[in-house]
């Protein structure tokens, strides 16, 4: 039953994703990710014990003012609301490594929160007025990254990641998710006839977004072990909450369009693959 469940939410999910991606206009978009972006903040509140009352409506408040802001200003936003991201992110991967040991006080566990929302939110919403085929092929690298390591890591896993943290994940399956995103990448790159510079540098901002996506979601799993829950909430049935689905996206979105934009601005002949502000 539960199987099922997981499959009938993921087509419900794939389908309106689709609809919101090629029916909306950016702005229409853009609001539709900020309600699940204050879903997903309503349910961080609870793993920073931020629970019911003033705190929570104030937490939800300023996610809403950023939110309305980022928009507002999004040409000057963007950029900075990137690259703290992409920083944040790697800062995430260093302190993985502090679990159990030292547990994220709750003022970096409320700040985690805004770093992974918010970016990933404007790169996002960039994406989408920038160019919607290289959005939809960031959740395609995100949707390899996950189905490669769970089949590789069920056929071949023997090392765990981050045993402490996701007693299911091991290298081999990572490992397996990341080749299944380079080969990806590698077809794209001649299915669209980028020339071997172009292609080398596809190829290593799909292969790298892979690897954040993996940090994303050890992240999310860091936060639920510290509070000691097994979902961040049940408002997906068979899938838990709405940070359990979006958890890589949140990591994977900002470094992607980050080295995009990177490929841009140093790569002229890669303007196929390049996206501007």
């Given at each position: ?23 909306l206009p950016n702005p229409w978009f853009a609001l539709a990710l900020a309600i699940v972006v204050l879903a997903g903040a309503m349910e961080w509140s609870a793993l920073v014990k ?143 006839g980028l020339n071997l510079t172009c292609s080398v540098a596809w190829i290593a901002i799909c292969v790298i977004t892979a690897a954040i996506s993996v940090v994303g979601d050890l ?21 838990g909450g709405v940070l359990d689905r979006i958890d890589s996206v949140t990591a994977a979105a900002p470094v992607y369009v980050t080295g995009l934009y990177l490929v841009d601005s ?12």
């Open positions: 039953m539960q199987l099922k469940q997981r499959v009938t939410t993921a087509l419900v999910l794939v389908s309106v994703f689709l609809v919101l991606v090629f029916w931020l629970d019911g009352g003033l705190r929570q409506s104030s937490w939800l408040l300023a996610f809403c003012i950023m939110l309305v802001v980022a928009w507002l200003y999004r040409e000057q936003s963007t950029p900075f609301l990137l690259a703290m991201g992409s920083i944040w992110w790697l800062v995430a991967f260093w302190r993985l490594s502090s679990f159990p040991a030292a547990p994220e006080p709750v003022l970096i566990r409320t700040l985690a929160g805004v770093m992974a929302l918010i970016p990933a939110w404007a790169a996002l919403v960039h994406l989408h007025q920038a160019d919607v085929p290289l959005l939809i092929a960031l959740f395609l690298v995100v949707w390899l990254a996950d189905t490669g390591a769970y089949f590789c890591g069920r056929a071949l896993g023997r090392r765990k990641l981050a045993p402490l943290i996701s007693p299911g994940k091991t290298i081999e399956g990572a490992v397996g998710g990341i080749v299944s995103v380079a080969v990806f990448a590698t077809v794209a790159a001649l299915w669209v992240w999310e799993s860091k936060m639920k072990r510290i509070v000691g829950v097994k979902d961040s909430g049940t408002l997906l049935p068979g899938h140093r790569l002229s002949a890669c303007g196929s693959i390049g996206i501007q502000f």
